[in-house]
């Protein structure tokens, strides 16, 4: 099949390794993978041995009890976080390690920041910088981090910020903003990254009611555009509307995944259905 494939770019004239490169990263490769991850804060272990597959367009939902460990995976994937044991590989790349247990962490800083720029982090607490704009708080990491070019980045920090919803609100303070407004201007920031995937962490939890509805709007056109994102929520409406796969942990463990309809309309474990039942179903 591969040598087909080449063969038929060649044919066309499309023989540049590149495009050919390209083809197999996007239709084979996973933009993230987590192959038995375990992680524990001193004796208390957290994530026990989790897999998550996120491909190219894939909208992952990871939902369960408070303290089931669904913050910590998306902490490890980005590497905020060290973990013990298990492997992360980024559009196929594995991170590095060095060291064994507790004593292991990332071997090599420029992967770590490669991968890491790649998967912007959208918080439950917006963590926008209070003294810069909106604006600057958007322009500040494409531009410090990545060295691109000032003009080229507030251009596109512009556009993200009209697509959000607020490009009447480059030049006013976090402050200024609703919770709902500011939680897309970090949503902006994390797309001025021009990232491989988003991960967001319950990012509609600080929210009141009629705010979140136009965050969960936001997201939920960036599913439709076919963005891959990994999405921790406890908003089971949103997480069966959007996702293409939905990961149901409990202590430290999957306890149960599939598909949206068939996870929330068929639940198979008694946790899951305790965990569904006692849920507020907006
Ligand atoms: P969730 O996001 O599902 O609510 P977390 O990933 O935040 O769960 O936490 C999983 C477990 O790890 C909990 O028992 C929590 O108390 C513990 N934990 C999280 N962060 C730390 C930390 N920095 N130090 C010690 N324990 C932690
Ligand atoms: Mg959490």
Excluded at 171 to 193: E, F, W
Aim: net charge negative.
């Amino acid at each position: 099949m591969r040598v087909a494939i080449a063969e038929f770019f060649i044919a066309i004239g499309l023989n540049d390794k590149k495009i050919y490169g390209e083809y197999h990263v996007t239709d084979t490769t996973p933009v993230l993978e987590i192959r038995d991850l375990h992680k524990a804060y001193g004796q208390l272990e957290v994530i026990k041995g989790v897999d998550i597959t996120a491909h190219k367009g894939d909208v992952v939902s990871l939902i369960g009890s408070s303290g089931s460990g669904k913050s910590t995976i998306l902490r490890c994937a980005n590497l905020l976080e060290d973990s013990q044991q298990g492997e992360i590989l980024f559009q196929g790349e594995a991170v590095k390690w060095k060291g064994d247990g507790m004593a292991r962490v990332p071997a090599d800083a420029k992967q770590v920041l490669r991968i890491r720029t790649n998967l912007s982090m959208v918080f439950q607490q917006f963590n926008l910088w209070a003294h810069m704009t909106i604006l600057q708080n958007v322009m500040e990491a494409p531009v410090t981090v990545l060295g691109r070019d000032k003009e080229e980045v507030e251009a596109k920090a512009r556009l993200y910020l009209e697509k959000v919803g607020i490009g009447d609100k480059c030049d006013v303070y976090p402050a200024q903003l609703s919770g709902g407004q500011q939680q897309r201007a970090a949503i902006a920031r994390g797309l001025c990254m021009e990232p491989q995937a988003l991960l967001f962490d319950e990012p509609t939890s600080a929210l009141d009611p009629e705010l979140e509805q136009e965050v969960i709007k936001v997201i939920k056109s960036l599913a439709e555009e076919g963005r891959t994102m990994l999405i921790v929520t406890h908003d089971m409406k949103m997480a069966a509307d959007i996702s293409s796969h939905v990961v149901f942990l409990h202590q430290g463990l999957i306890e149960e995944e599939g598909a949206p309809d068939r996870l929330f309309g068929a639940p198979k474990s008694e946790r899951l259905k305790q965990f569904l039942s006692s849920t507020v179903h907006v």
